[in-house]
């Protein structure tokens, strides 16, 4: 039987930092996953904004490239461009989990691979391999969260279906992020992300049917697959339940997610930080959390909404309208809290506001 403060199921990045940051806070912390490496299977891009040094600075090697902005295009080819230097970067997800699991068991965190969660009853967990107790539990095991299961706190949920594969490219910036919006990719949008050495992750998400719209977008780019990564995406909902007692969830497992990108990181990263005051100060997590990012996920979800109403003309003239205001996006612009400059890019350029009725009426 293993005993200890604070039991964290899912040794993802989010997972290892909030097993960390509650160490630190003094709590006796184990961490289990299922999984026997960490860092495997990758299913993301690995493109974060610089927003993740306010958390946690990746080590170097873990950096593949840095980014100095985006091509935004819509069905027509019209294109909307920021630039902005070294404003994100794009980490190689299997070193930079790695490095945030070595750094919570430098904290004194206990790791326990190839534990899958079978069974949650009040403080009392049990494993494939063990059982356990713990005053709290925390679930940061990803979008199927098996501790959201147990719990009875995996309801209202939805998923977008990613696809991904990395090839090279020529004729392509290695410090520019492409995206692309349109019929072709309902629901979200096609990506071309470099991944440094002249290679680049492409790829799409949407809520059904991936594989066709995978298959057009790498026609479209005359590019054919080589090897194939595939994920879940959470939609967030602001009424998932994210605590039950003594069981609280952060990441994707909660569904903290930008409706717009799907980038999961600085979000995942903030609640933690909330988790951890929940626990040691004995706060209410959902409050503190939403305190922190809900007004953020607000207004990303007003924005998801509004692009989820539009056709191919609407996008082209959306491009159209965004270059009226440049300037604006290129100097105040944030991929994580859009609250920083949306009021000055509405006040600057005001036609944007025509955008709204798509879910207003």
């Known amino acids: 039987m293993l005993n200890s403060d604070v039991s964290v199921i899912g040794a993802g990045p989010v997972g290892s930092y909030t097993s960390f940051n509650l160490a630190k806070a003094g709590f006796k912390v184990n961490l289990f996953d299922q999984k026997s490496i960490i860092g495997k299977p990758i299913q993301c891009t690995g493109l974060v904004s610089k927003n993740i040094l306010d958390f946690v600075k990746p080590d170097k090697e873990t950096i593949q490239t840095e980014i100095d902005g985006a091509r935004i295009y819509s069905s027509d080819n019209s294109l909307f461009e920021v ?17 945030l699991f070595q750094q919570a068991i430098s904290q004194g965190v206990k790791p326990f691979l190839n534990h899958k969660l079978e069974l949650i009853a009040n403080n009392a967990l049990k494993f494939n391999k063990t059982s356990a107790t713990s005053r709290y539990i925390v679930g940061a095991d990803g979008p199927l969260s098996q501790t959201a299961k147990l719990s009875n706190l995996f309801k209202g949920r939805k998923f977008l279906h990613g696809l991904q594969t990395i090839t090279n490219l020529k004729d392509k910036d290695e410090n520019f992020v492409e995206l692309y919006f349109g019929k072709g ?9 470099p991944q440094g050495n002249k290679l680049y992750k492409i790829g799409i998400a ?7 719209h995978f298959n057009n977008f790498l026609k479209r780019l005359k590019v054919k697959q080589k090897g194939l990564q595939a994920g879940l995406i959470p939609i967030y909902n602001s009424k998932v339940k994210t605590q039950l007692n003594n069981i609280y969830l952060v990441g994707d497992a909660a569904c903290q997610v930008k409706p717009t990108t799907g980038g999961g990181l600085i979000t995942g990263f903030n609640c933690s930080n909330a988790l951890t005051n929940s626990i040691k100060y004995g706060l209410n997590y959902d409050k503190e959390w939403r305190r922190k990012v809900g007004k953020e996920l ?5 924005i998801r909404k509004t692009l989820n109403h539009f056709d191919d003309k609407d996008y082209n003239s959306f491009i159209k309208d965004l270059n009226k205001s440049k300037s604006e996006i290129q100097n105040f612009g944030d991929m994580d809290y859009p609250s920083k400059f949306i009021l000055k890019i509405l006040f600057k350029n005001p036609s944007l506001l025509k955008y709204l009725t798509k879910i207003l009426f």
């Open 83 to 99: 630039k902005k230097s070294k404003v994100a970067f794009v980490l190689d997800r299997d070193k930079f989990d790695n490095q």
């Open 185 to 193: 990719f309902p629901d979200f949008f096609g990506w071309i992300v």
């Open 298 to 302: 607000l207004i990303h979800s007003l």
């Open 206 to 212: 949407t809520k059904s049917n991936p594989k066709i």
